[in-house]
C-alpha cells in the first residue's frame, strides 16, 4: 500500500494480507451437524479459528431486526419459503435454533468485540437500521453492498446515528462496472475519481468472461490507498496466486485453509 497506516482507515489496521471468513466458517463437520452459514455458531467458529474479519449479510426481520442472513428468504436454509421480511424475530430464532443459532446485527457486534465486521446490506430496509447498529463501532466495520444506494443509506444513518466517522466502505455493482470500464479507455482521471471515498474494493476474480483482478487493478488500487479484496476464494492454489498478484484480502468458505496458508508466508496478519 502507498498510503501510510495513519491515514487509513482502522477497520483495515494492522497491515494486510487479510482472511475474512465468508458468512462465518461452517467446516465439512460441522454442516453434517446442520449448522448454517451466517448462524452465531457460524460466527464463533471463526473467531476462534483465528479470523479477525467476518463477511455477513444483513435483512430484516417483520418486527425489524436486522439479522445476519444471506437470502432474502427462508427455502435454502430451512426449507422454509417465507421471506425473511415476513418473518418475526422469534419465529426466525426457532428455526435458527438446531441451525447454529440466529444471530442479530446488534448480538453480533456485542458478543465479538474484537471481530471485525464486513457487512453486505442486502435489503433496502435494512440500511437504516445497519447504520444505526453501526454508528459506534464505526472503527470495526465495513458496509457494502451491491447497490450503491443501499450501501450509502447505510453510510448516511451511520452518520445520523452520531458516528464519530464513518464505517469503511466498498463500493455497489454499477461502480465496479465504472471502474473496469474507465480502466479499460485509460481514463486515468476518471479512475481516480471513482476510487474517491472507498477504502477497499471487494470483488470477485471474474465476471464472467471479463476479468476483474489483474495487476493493473491492484497496481490503480493500491495508487489510490485503496485495497483490494477479491470474492470468493477456496481453492489454496488460487488464493496463493492472488497474494502473489498483491491483493489485500480473501474472502473464502475455508477460513481455516486461507489463515494457515498466511501464517505460513509469513506475511501481514490475518
Not at 436454509?77 to 443459532?101: K, T
Not at 456485542?110 to 459506534?136: E, H, M, S
Not at 485509460?186 to 474494493?201: I, K, T
Amino acid at each position: 500500500m502507498n498510503e501510510t497506516p495513519a491515514a487509513r482507515h482502522p477497520y483495515l489496521s494492522p497491515d494486510a494480507p487479510r482472511v475474512l471468513a465468508h458468512r462465518g466458517l461452517v467446516t465439512p463437520d460441522a454442516a453434517e451437524q446442520g449448522v448454517a452459514e451466517n448462524s452465531f455458531a457460524a460466527v464463533a467458529a471463526a473467531h476462534a479459528a483465528g479470523a479477525a474479519y467476518v463477511e455477513s449479510d444483513c435483512h430484516v426481520t417483520a418486527d425489524g431486526e436486522v439479522v445476519l442472513f444471506h437470502d432474502d428468504d427462508l427455502r435454502r436454509v430451512a426449507g422454509d419459503p417465507r421471506a425473511i421480511a415476513d418473518v418475526r424475530l422469534h419465529e426466525l430464532e426457532d428455526l435458527m435454533s438446531e441451525r447454529g443459532g440466529l444471530i442479530t446485527l446488534a448480538q453480533a457486534l456485542d458478543a465479538f468485540p474484537d471481530v471485525r465486521f464486513n457487512l453486505d446490506v442486502k435489503a433496502a430496509a435494512a440500511a437504516d437500521g445497519v447504520g444505526r447498529l453501526v454508528a459506534p463501532h464505526a472503527d470495526r466495520v465495513l458496509v457494502t453492498s451491491f447497490s450503491d444506494e443501499r450501501r450509502l443509506a447505510a453510510l448516511a444513518a451511520a452518520a445520523a446515528a452520531g458516528a464519530a466517522r464513518r464505517p469503511a466502505t466498498s463500493p455497489g455493482s454499477a461502480t465496479v462496472a465504472r471502474l473496469v470500464a474507465a480502466r479499460a479507455l485509460r481514463q486515468s482521471r476518471r479512475v481516480r475519481a471513482l476510487f474517491e471515498g472507498l477504502d477497499a474494493l471487494q470483488v470477485p476474480e471474474r465476471q464472467g468472461p471479463l476479468r476483474v483482478v489483474t495487476r493493473g487493478l491492484v497496481h490503480d488500487a493500491h495508487a489510490a490507498g485503496v485495497e483490494v479484496h477479491v470474492w470468493t476464494v477456496n481453492a489454496e492454489d488460487d488464493m496463493a496466486r492472488l497474494l502473489d498478484m498483491g491483493v489485500d484480502g480473501l474472502v473464502t468458505d475455508r477460513a481455516e485453509v486461507a489463515l494457515s496458508l498466511v501464517n505460513d508466508r509469513g506475511t501481514g496478519t490475518v
